[in-house]
Nanobody, 126 residues
């Protein structure tokens, strides 16, 4: 049974940094694409970042480019999202997602992912 568990969320001030972690179990995830999405109150879930199979490629939504970095430790089956220079508009529940499928480059669609974590809240105050 595949399980993704996020951690690291919290309440921070604008300009601060946070590192989110997603621990995966139940599979060997080295051949999975691992991504992060977020959902702000009253809004749809949106793509944030993804690291492709084998970690060779990384993609980000424009609003976080240069501030967020996705990485993974295959020995720990863990994917990270380092978030710098946080803004109030980054406030959301952050979800980890995984897929073994070839999404054809459609990394930003929630339907491309088979497994989801329960989410961790990130709140950025001004």
């Amino acid at each position: 049974q595949v399980q993704l568990v996020e951690s690291g969320g919290g309440l921070v001030q604008a300009g601060d940094s946070l590192i989110l972690s997603c621990a995966a179990s139940g599979r060997t995830f080295s051949n999975y694409a691992m991504g992060w999405f977020r959902q702000a109150a009253g809004k749809e879930r949106e793509f944030v970042a993804v690291q492709s199979w084998g970690g060779g490629s990384k993609y980000y939504v424009d609003s976080v480019k240069g501030r967020f970095t996705i990485s993974r430790d295959v020995t720990k089956n863990t994917v990270y999202l380092r978030m710098n220079s946080l803004k109030t508009e980054d406030t959301a529940v952050y979800y980890c997602a995984a897929t073994p499928r070839n999404t054809g480059g459609n990394w930003a669609s929630t339907s491309s992912y088979d497994y989801w974590g329960q989410g961790t809240q990130v709140t950025v105050s001004s």
